[in-house]
């Protein structure tokens, strides 16, 4: 178990346009392809790490932790744990 001002480490994927949000080094980590590794507070939340990335809230459409989909309503209080994956994706046209 972690302590109080512990970090967590968790991979960040940016989809599609999205992608430019993502630096190409962040905290001593380099950009891989769309994914970033972040050091984050063992309470950060999945809106946390939205808002730290200045996501466009209209662009921030599918959001899933290790794969499971999270509702919007649920991306404030959603804490991210050590070696999680979040992925976010913007809206997808089809034609």
């Known amino acids: 178990m972690t302590g109080p001002g512990r970090a967590v480490q968790v991979t960040l994927k940016l989809f599609a346009s999205l992608g430019q949000y993502l630096p190409q080094e962040l905290g001593g980590h380099a950009r891989a392809g769309n994914q970033l590794t972040l050091e984050l507070a063992e309470d950060a939340t999945v809106q946390a790490v939205i808002d730290r990335f200045a996501l466009p809230r209209g662009l921030v ?17 959603h804490r991210l ?10 809206p997808i046209a089809g034609g």
């Open 61 to 77: 459409h599918l959001v899933l932790v290790n794969g499971a989909y999270l509702h919007p309503a649920e991306r404030a209080a």
């Open 81 to 90: 744990q050590e070696g999680d994956a979040l992925a976010i994706w913007p």
